[in-house]
Structure formats: C-alpha cells, structure tokens
T-cell receptor, first 113, second 110 residues
C-alpha cells in the first residue's frame, strides 16, 4: 500500500508565476489536508477537503490560493502569482473516513525566485 | 478552539540520556493527541497517538507519552537517547481537525 504521494518534490517558480502542487492520498483515504511549513516554524493548517468538497479552508490565504480534490485524480493546491513569501514546504496528509489519524506525504518544497 | 503548546523550541541531550519533550494542549472536549517526528527534508511520521483507554502510550523507536488530563499534558519521553533520534518533533491535538505545536528540535550530543 503506497503512502501519500506528492509531486513535485521540489518546485522553483519566478515571482508572478503559478505553482501547482499535487497530492495523491493513500488508497482508501477520502480526506485530504494541506499544511504549510515555513523555515524554522511548525505546520500551519491550510485546508481540509473531501472528494469534490472543501470542508474547512480557514487556514487558506484569501487571495491567490485555491485547492481542489476532484472525484478522479489527485488533490491540487494552486498558488497563483507567487511571491517570495510563498516559499515554504507544503505537506499533504490523508486519512480514512472517521479517523483522526493523518498520514503525511514527503512534501513539496516551493522556492520562489 | 483547540491548541497545542510545546515548551522549548530546542532541546539538547547527550547520547544515552533521558529525552523529555513537553506538550500542553487545550481542548473543549476530550482530545486525540499525537506525536510526530520529522527528519530533515522529509515528511512527518507518526510516533504515537492517544485516543482512549490507557493513558501511557508506547510508540515506535522506544518513545512513549503519558496523557495527563489534570495537567492537560502529553509529554514525550525516551529513557535513552540515540544519535538517530535527532529530529524535529511535533505534538498535535485533534477533534474535528488537527492542530500542531510549533515543534521542538532535538539535538543529541555524542
């Protein structure tokens, strides 16, 4: 059973470009969570999704950031018009239905130049 | 609202010494509590969790944690540190969603 997959592992974007981060949850998991980790800081919750639904996006910046988890395919975190402050590690986690335990992917490290 | 406080952003111990990483939480309902470990440039790996039942929880790599409701604490311990334990450790509390502490970086000196 493969774990949570994230790609790319490293992503470099220039200011103003778009960044697309992908997350494939573990098999059988229908809940996906995105977190951001800034250097020397802990994990900050961004968004919680189930298939085709955003359940909680209280941690998402109001502008430029969006997330989706379509019926088919991976969850996508999109950052439009990236700025230097978006440089961080973005982690995805998944959990099965009615479980509080989350399984984390290896993360995508975004660098904005 | 639930939250987690990890006391001490950096902890340094000698190899073979006791490891104690502190975590206090606040939650309006009985919480689920977790400790995760993060090695450099990697994702988070679950060390152990408390849901219900026995308050002393044993995890991987010789770690354990005790849920103390009266103290709202869930401190992580290991009797004897190993060099390979050097990593970042995160405490987390979960009801409907999960909230993480800021992390504690453990350094193990030879």
């Amino acid at each position: 059973n493969a774990g949570v997959m994230q790609n790319p592992r490293h992503l470099v974007r220039r200011r103003g470009q778009e960044a697309r981060l992908r997350c494939s949850p573990m098999k059988g998991h229908s809940h996906v969570y995105w977190y951001r980790q800034l250097p020397e800081e802990g994990l900050k919750f961004m968004v919680y999704l189930q298939k085709e639904n955003i359940i909680d996006e209280s941690g998402m910046p109001k502008e430029r950031f969006s997330a989706e988890f379509p019926k088919e395919g991976p969850s996508i975190l999109r950052i439009q018009q990236v700025v230097r402050g978006d440089s961080a590690a973005y982690f995805c986690a998944s959990s099965p239905v009615e479980s509080y335990e989350q399984y984390f992917g290896p993360g995508t490290r975004l660098t904005v130049t | 609202a639930q939250s987690v406080t990890q006391l001490g952003s950096h902890v340094s111990v000698s190899e073979g010494a006791l490891v104690l990483l502190r975590c206090n939480y606040s939650s309006s309902v009985p919480p689920y509590l977790f400790w995760y470990v993060q090695y450099p440039n990697q994702g988070l790996q679950l060390l152990l969790k408390y849901t219900t039942g026995a308050t002393l929880v044993k995890g991987i790599n010789g770690f354990e944690a005790e849920f103390k409701k009266s103290e709202t604490s869930f401190h992580l311990t290991k009797p004897s540190a190993h060099m390979s334990d050097a990593a970042e450790y995160f405490c987390a509390v979960s009801n409907n969603d999960m909230r993480f502490g800021a992390g504690t970086r453990l350094t193990v000196k030879p």
